[in-house]
């Protein structure tokens, strides 16, 4: 394999680990009411940018996927409006805060105890002592 299929590789694969682990972050913070304003998988120019939902979350795919970021509602970051105030990133119990930071972690985590079980890693094999029909103890 050339170095340029390996460096096309790991991109693919950075990148599905890093939406996998911003969109943890994206899916707790919805969950627990925070509002979410934008989405991005990759830094640079936006590649693929929309606008959705009854929140106005903006969903952007950069041009080089080895990053990203989930922007919340943040009073540190300009004026908020008043009825959005609740649903602020500064508002919210300190709790909520630490399960949202914790969320993208937690979700690579899971990710790859499926990917490892998808692969057989989870199958039951031989145990010692377990007597084989085709096997060198079968013979004996």
């Known amino acids: ?27 707790v913070a919805r969950r627990l009411g925070f509002k ?3 989405f ?7 590649l693929f940018k929309r606008v959705a939902g009854a929140d106005r979350i903006e969903y952007v795919v950069a041009a080089i996927p080895l990053g990203g970021y989930v922007k919340l509602l943040d009073e540190r970051e300009g004026p908020v409006e008043p009825h959005e105030l609740a649903r602020s990133f ?5 709790w909520q805060r630490i399960v949202v ?3 993208g972690p937690a979700f ?3 990710f790859a105890v499926l990917v490892l079980w998808g ?11 377990e007597r084989c029909h085709r096997g060198q103890a079968h013979r004996r």
């Open 108 to 110: 690579n985590i899971l």
């Open 90 to 94: 500064t508002r919210r119990p300190p």
């Open 40 to 46: 991005s998988v990759g830094f640079g120019r936006p």
């Open 1 to 27: 394999m050339s170095v340029v299929w390996y460096a096309l590789w790991f991109v693919i694969a950075v990148g599905l680990l890093v939406t996998v682990h911003e969109f943890g972050h994206f899916w």
């Open 119 to 129: 692969m057989g890693a989870g199958a039951v094999g031989h145990v010692v002592g």
């Open 36 to 38: 979410v304003l934008r």
């Open 101 to 103: 930071l914790l969320a």
